[in-house]
């Protein structure tokens, strides 16, 4: 078959992967320069190592985004760590990346307190039978179960921060127990940065017959007469026996508006956050604790959500000697900071690093970099899974996985991998019958 992919991030090249292995002709298009998606990264000349655009990097849990790697021989290029995560509580910052570290935290207080959460906590580690739980939002089913100190000192501030006011209260449960279930405090990432990583895979693709069109959007995608899919680019159009769009179910819905309207009112329908990151080089290292991951309350006046000090991670010597921060908050994509420019934004955000660290000075900022996109977070909401769409569409021959259908599962590459293996797999099945 002659197969079109739309999208060279992780969901299209692993899937783009099994199908040239299947003996299957495979065209990638991707509207930019380079494959990765939202993985991708980039890298100043004095670096050895590329810098992920978006905060970026693997549990030891994610199964298929490591199998991928080994298929691939690169196992050999993982870096493995465990960097510290620390919450915030009364002005001061506590471990959270342990099960003992959390019980320690004060800001659960004690006795009863510490004992819901730690049960909470087991049985939601311990359980694989989330489907009971996307039938109640986390702000009830912690407050029964956790309590109310332990909700609203640790997970409240968090929904807050990740989903804002407007939709904290109102996400399922599952979405929790998918983030707590399987976790790992070790994480890994690859030799070079995520962006070498695509770069090696998409390599790999086309050393194996993948033709990937970069710069090449898609504007339209439609069904001839003859059952053929047309996808058309900018002063091109091409035939494909089958077609999977990656894209975010918006823009889907823009490509594909041939779709029965159920189909396309479905797309139009899913809740999603976009995000909004500012990077920081700076002159001197902000936590000399070593802390990586600030989990940041809003409620305590922080302009962002995560604070990730990333050559806590990683050696500064792979950046050139540059301490590199990660400023970053999921927002809707009607809020200010869309609009601000990266001067305004980084005046929003330098009160913070100085709340983190009084030594801090403008002055040690030696470069700034922003990042935005519109689709960056899904909002599952209660009985979620109904509203997911199918990865067949309705129209023969077209199909479609996005970070959107990966639920329970929280957004992620090791989901994109999986995804886009599975809609591998349900086009090579059709095509057999």
Same mark, same amino acid.
């Given at each position: 078959?002659?197969?079109?992919?739309?999208?060279?991030?992780?969901?299209?090249?692993?899937?783009?992967?099994?199908?040239?292995?299947?003996?299957?002709?495979?065209?990638?298009?991707?509207?930019?320069?380079?494959?990765?998606?939202?993985?991708?990264?980039?890298?100043?000349?004095? %670096?050895?190592?590329?810098?992920?655009?978006?905060?970026?990097?693997? &549990?030891?849990?994610?199964?298929?985004?490591?199998?991928?790697?080994?298929?691939?021989?690169?196992?050999?290029?993982?870096?493995?760590?465990?960097?510290?995560?620390?919450?915030?509580?009364?002005?001061? &910052?506590?471990?959270?990346?342990?099960?003992?570290?959390?019980?320690?935290?004060?800001?659960?207080?004690? =006795?009863?307190?510490?004992?819901?959460?730690?049960?909470?906590?087991?049985?939601?580690?311990?359980?694989?039978?989330?489907?009971?739980?996307?039938?109640?939002?986390?702000?009830? %089913?912690?407050?029964?179960?956790? =309590?109310?100190?332990?909700?609203? $000192?640790?997970?409240?501030?968090?929904?807050?921060?990740?989903?804002?006011?407007?939709?904290?209260? $109102?996400?399922?449960?599952?979405?929790?127990?998918?983030?707590?279930?399987?976790?790992?405090?070790?994480?890994?990432?690859?030799? =070079?940065?995520?962006?070498?990583?695509?770069?090696? &895979?998409?390599?790999?693709? $086309?050393?194996?017959?993948?033709?990937?069109?970069?710069?090449?959007?898609?504007?339209?995608?439609?069904?001839?007469?003859?059952?053929?899919?047309?996808?058309?680019?900018?002063?091109?159009?091409?035939?494909?026996?089958?077609?999977?769009?990656?894209?975010?179910?918006?823009?889907?819905?823009?490509?594909?508006?041939?779709?029965?309207?159920?189909?396309?009112?479905?797309?139009?329908?899913?809740?999603?956050?976009?995000?909004?990151?500012?990077?920081?080089?700076?002159?001197?290292?902000?936590?000399?604790?070593?802390?990586? %991951?600030?989990?940041?309350?809003?409620?305590?006046?922080?302009? &962002?959500?995560?604070?990730?000090?990333?050559?806590?991670?990683?050696?500064?010597?792979?950046?050139?000697?540059?301490?590199?921060?990660?400023?970053?908050?999921?927002?809707?994509?009607?809020?200010?900071?869309?609009?601000?420019?990266?001067?305004?934004?980084?005046?929003?955000?330098?009160?913070?690093?100085?709340?983190?660290?009084?030594?801090?000075?403008?002055?040690?900022?030696?470069?700034?970099?922003?990042?935005?996109?519109?689709?960056? $977070?899904?909002?599952?909401?209660?009985?979620?899974?109904?509203?997911?769409?199918?990865?067949?569409?309705?129209?023969?021959?077209?199909?479609?996985?996005?970070?959107?259908?990966?639920?329970?599962?929280?957004?992620?590459?090791?989901?994109?991998?999986?995804?886009?293996?599975?809609?591998?797999?349900?086009?090579?099945?059709?095509?057999?019958?």
């Amino acid at each position: 078959m002659k197969i079109a992919i739309v999208g060279c991030g992780l969901a299209g090249m692993s899937a783009a992967y099994d199908l040239v292995n299947a003996g299957h002709q495979v065209d990638i298009f991707e509207s930019t320069d380079y494959p990765g998606g939202l993985a991708g990264g980039f890298k100043e000349p004095e %670096w050895t190592w590329s810098l992920e655009k978006f905060y970026h990097h693997w &549990f030891l849990s994610d199964s298929q985004m490591l199998g991928l790697i080994e298929e691939l021989g690169l196992k050999d290029h993982l870096v493995i760590r465990q960097p510290k995560t620390v919450m915030y509580h009364k002005g001061q &910052f506590y471990p959270f990346d342990s099960i003992p570290a959390a019980i320690l935290y004060p800001g659960l207080g004690w =006795g009863i307190n510490k004992i819901r959460f730690g049960l909470a906590t087991l049985y939601i580690r311990l359980t694989r039978n989330w489907k009971p739980m996307e039938h109640v939002t986390v702000d009830t %089913w912690m407050r029964k179960w956790a =309590g109310e100190t332990a909700y609203n $000192q640790m997970w409240l501030p968090m929904l807050d921060g990740k989903f804002g006011e407007h939709y904290a209260r $109102q996400v399922n449960m599952a979405w929790m127990w998918a983030r707590l279930h399987s976790r790992t405090t070790k994480l890994a990432t690859f030799e =070079g940065g995520f962006q070498a990583f695509a770069d090696a &895979f998409a390599a790999e693709l $086309q050393k194996r017959g993948v033709t990937i069109h970069y710069k090449t959007g898609v504007d339209q995608i439609h069904q001839n007469d003859d059952g053929k899919i047309t996808v058309a680019t900018k002063g091109s159009e091409q035939n494909f026996d089958r077609c999977l769009v990656t894209v975010s179910p918006a823009l889907m819905a823009h490509m594909a508006p041939d779709l029965p309207s159920d189909y396309l009112q479905g797309l139009l329908n899913l809740k999603s956050l976009g995000a909004v990151v500012m990077v920081l080089a700076i002159k001197h290292r902000l936590s000399d604790k070593g802390y990586y %991951w600030f989990n940041l309350p809003k409620a305590a006046g922080f302009p &962002f959500l995560a604070l990730v000090e990333h050559t806590n991670f990683l050696p500064k010597e792979y950046y050139g000697g540059d301490h590199l921060l990660y400023c970053g908050d999921y927002l809707e994509t009607d809020h200010e900071y869309f609009k601000l420019t990266q001067e305004e934004l980084l005046e929003r955000f330098l009160p913070a690093l100085q709340r983190i660290n009084p030594e801090f000075k403008p002055d040690w900022v030696r470069k700034t970099w922003l990042f935005k996109t519109n689709y960056a $977070q899904p909002v599952p909401l209660v009985d979620h899974s109904r509203n997911i769409p199918d990865i067949r569409t309705p129209m023969a021959g077209l199909y479609f996985a996005s970070m959107s259908q990966v639920y329970p599962w929280d957004r992620g590459t090791n989901f994109a991998v999986e995804i886009g293996r599975k809609a591998a797999r349900m086009i090579l099945t059709d095509s057999q019958k």
